[in-house]
């Protein structure tokens, strides 16, 4: 895999080591004259920014940075953000980061074009307004390129931001067609630096992607092929990729995978994310941690609705038992492999807050809606006391 691919499924994408050395030209072809650079305030010092800085300055890119984001984006924060797009006189966005920046750069991209956009398009508003994806206005907004430097949230490939409504204490789902960068550059030298919890954790997340998506009761077959091959590459990838960082195969495999991740994931999430979501911005615990921690709890919720398509997967993924248990075997052995804590306990939290992360899980409707079955309040409630503890138990209906 150390050859450069082109390829132009969803976006137009750039897969191998050195693909950076693409964005300068990309940047003209676009027609980018002064794009504005979102990273989050840990990448300024990082051999990437150093990396992507020199190749704007030889292709005589003009731009400027802005960093002044948190671990999970917040309004408040691409407020800031369009200030300076504007005072900038900025034309277009470059992303370079995990998730946050991803986030970040397009919830400035969508409120320096319309002022009011992430309300009308916020998920709870498009599901009452936009019944159908074609009433998504044309907003002309402005060209993004992503380069991502985690292998997880896969934001570089989706259509939605995340960002944290820190009045609210919630998070809140974006969408717009429009918000899918224009150029994708995956280049595996620039996720050289993470380091092995990070590894893991945004590793995890893609793969819970992936299987919330492949469990998710929405027909896209497309979504659910991705989804198969996502988690055998997950297979093969992570544990290397999280063992030597340096591992530039593994890197580019789990590149590749927490990418697709989120071209599956047009088929829903589900539970896992639900619940991540309100504790999240709750509680400020990685992302990625907390699914890598709900997942198996939740899929046992689930087995019912499940278990068929499950064994399915295990056989394509060659498990030694093909079926559900195998399956849920095989995770629990990868998560413990990667050193991710086996309870919500063992992260410090407690089940106080019980009833109120039950009720969030149920509202996140950008999730709860596709999860592979109907889960209440009580039910969502129960799986959180039950992930707090570390049992891994059925939840009453
Ligand atoms: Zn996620």
Redesign the pocket.
Known sequence: MSSLHYWNYPTEIFCGADALALLAERCTLLGMRNPLLVTDPGMLALEPMTLLQAHLQQGAIPFAVFSDIAGNPSLEDVARGVAAFKAGKHDSLIALGGGSAMDAAKGISLTAVASDGLQRFEWSQIIEHYPSLADFPHLGLPKLIALPTTAG?GSELGREAVLTDSAQQIKRVISHPELLPATVILDPVLTRGLPAGLTAATGM?AL??HIEAFCSPLYHPMSSGIAVEGIRLIQQHLADAHRDGQNIVAREGMLVASAMAAVAFQKGLGGV?AL?HPLGARYHKH??LL?AILLPYVLVANQAAISQDIARLARYLELPRPDFTGFLDWLLGMREQLGIPHSLGEIGLDAQEAAWVGEQAVADISSSDTNACVLDAAAYSQIFRNAVGGVLAQVQP
């Open positions: 949230t997340d819970t992607h994310h991540a992302h990625g699914n």
